[in-house]
């Protein structure tokens, strides 16, 4: 797992891979992560409460 710094750095590398004209499943490739990690380390954070674990069942 990488920390937080390190992503942003990575994130970094590739933006500035893909301006000059890489592309970015390549530029992913480069640094050993994949397209969907950059995904998911793009998207906003989730915070947990927000998160059912279960469909919510209405009481009878």
Do not use: F
Request: proline share 5%.
């Amino acid at each position: 797992m990488s920390t937080t710094q390190e992503r942003r750095n990575l994130m970094y590398l590739i933006e500035q891979a893909c301006q000059s004209g890489a592309r970015l499943h390549k530029a992913c490739q480069q640094i050993g992560i994949t397209c969907r990690t950059l995904q998911r380390w793009l998207r906003p954070c989730v915070r947990q409460q927000d998160v059912p674990l279960a469909p919510q069942q209405a009481h009878q």
